[in-house]
């Protein structure tokens, strides 16, 4: 039983991440890839140097605009009652209100 629980609960991970992922698509490719990057590991040093910030608070506030944007993509999926998001919009809705 145990493997079973483990089994769906891997399963309800990658359901989760296949809907950040589907909400990454729909954001603009600059910004896509700044926010793939940011979740890789790079710091804001490295963020700046691959996409041209001039200042690491630039980079930031950019990596900030994206997680901004990344939000309201995952609302409007979950609005939208997309169905490879519903393991991700129960979770949001039962520990914030959307």
């Not at 990057?37 to 605009?65: C, I, P, W």
């Not at 409007?76 to 209100?97: M, P």
Request: aromatic content about 4%.
């Amino acid at each position: 039983m145990n493997s079973e629980n483990e089994r769906e609960s891997r399963q309800r991970q990658l359901r989760i991440s296949a809907c950040v992922l589907k909400a990454l698509d729909l954001m603009p490719k600059k910004r896509r890839s700044l926010l793939v990057n940011k979740l890789e590991g790079y710091d804001y040093e490295e963020l700046t140097q691959l996409h041209g910030f001039k200042t690491e608070r630039v980079a930031h506030e950019m990596v900030s605009r994206g997680m901004a944007s990344l939000r309201d993509a995952l609302k409007n999926l979950c609005q939208q009652k997309e169905s490879v998001c519903h393991d991700l919009c129960t979770w949001l809705n039962r520990n914030t209100q959307l």
